[in-house]
């Protein structure tokens, strides 16, 4: 149990933890390339604005320092004197209104060659988009006199960069989330064994005081048989033979808990669609008697790997608990085999239950008020016996509240 629990509790960890770093990194790489994005798209713009063509000569004009008339900002340079803006590559070909190339600005690279920056700025034109990317290049149209602009920025050294981090990053980061994850398996193995101490020894004391009680219990149950034949009927003596035979019940389901979580049991094929086809028709006249109906639903051919006499100790706690406590006329059992697991339902109408008070269901001697009572010798052991038996098998248990009616949902592996 406590393995299992391990399990759950580093899965959950690293889940958290592998969440927490994908969104961080999501938020960093939308971020960054936002921001990236948005100075070469400013550095375009500036590009554009200072880039003239002689309509006479059809020959670019050297650009002048801008003016707008504006105060210099001394905390950060203009644009077109940053270093970022000096060491980016920008591209531009101008095309005129009759469609003749005016002029191509390769920007004095040979990344581009003219006729590609030529058939790229056509094959824009003729998608009539005002502004996007192609490749690598970040591009704008503009509508000038007498001719149309296409200018282009190189983005591969400005995103290349925080490519190459991010990929650094992800490999630091998984290689720390798989170091993260052997270090939580060695703590948590530290953090639980003595939790696993503790529930070996509890174990261990309800198995030990179990046995010795149950040597008592018997004589005393003996001696007071032998008493009441002596002296007839006796109320006190009667009050101590009902107390022991509750004391005997109570002894028995610790005894058969205790084997369920601690003993190795053979496992062998089980026909478990016969199985349980068994069980209701032992429970339905018990249900009848109380004024009920069980209902069964039974997939036939449901093979599995499990121990017979558990397996019909697990079916019957949970017919005996819906017989029981059923507020209702009927009882709904259901089993069907669903993704290679055999899935056994047992529902019935039931006064309402907080889902607080659900979760502890399947703890040791615990009992819910609106479906429990001392009638029968019941203790609260009967579904953490049940509890037990699934997870012995590998499978789990589930309780739920729904409607008016509470469904115990039992799951087990079939393994061929």
Known sequence: M???????????????????FVVTMAVIVFASFREIRHKNLEMLE???????????????IKPATPDFGQKPDLREPPIHERADYQLSTFYAVAISDEGSVLDVDNGGREAYSEEDLIQIARKILDGNKRSGRVDNLTYTVRERERYTLVAFMDNTVSEGGLKTLLR????????????????????????????????????QFISDASHELKTPVAVIGTNAEMLSREIGENEWLANIQYENERMSELIKQLLDLSRVENAEVLMEQIDYSRLITGETLAFESLAFDRGKILQTSIEEGVILT???????????????????????SKIELSLSCHAHAAVLSVV???????????????????????????EGQHYGIGLSIAKAVAEKHSGNIGVLFQNGKISFTVTLPIKK
């Open 2 to 20: 406590f393995n299992q629990s391990r399990r759950k509790i580093i899965l959950s960890i690293m889940g958290s933890l592998i969440l927490l």
């Open 46 to 60: 500036r590009y554009v604005e200072m880039y003239s063509l002689d309509q006479r000569t059809g020959r670019r």
């Open 168 to 203: 650094y990053v992800l490999i630091v980061g998984i290689s720390s989330m798989i170091a993260m994850f052997f270090v939580s398996l060695i703590l948590s193995k530290h953090i639980i064994r003595p939790l696993e101490e503790n529930d070996r020894q509890q174990k």
């Open 306 to 328: 499990g121990n017979r006499a558990q397996l019909t100790q697990l079916s019957s706690i949970l017919l005996d608990n819906a017989v029981r406590h059923s507020t209702g």
């Open 348 to 374: 019935n109408d039931s006064d309402e239950i907080l889902q607080q008070k659900l979760e502890h269901l399947f703890d040791r001697f615990y009992q819910v008020d609106e479906v429990r009572n001392s």
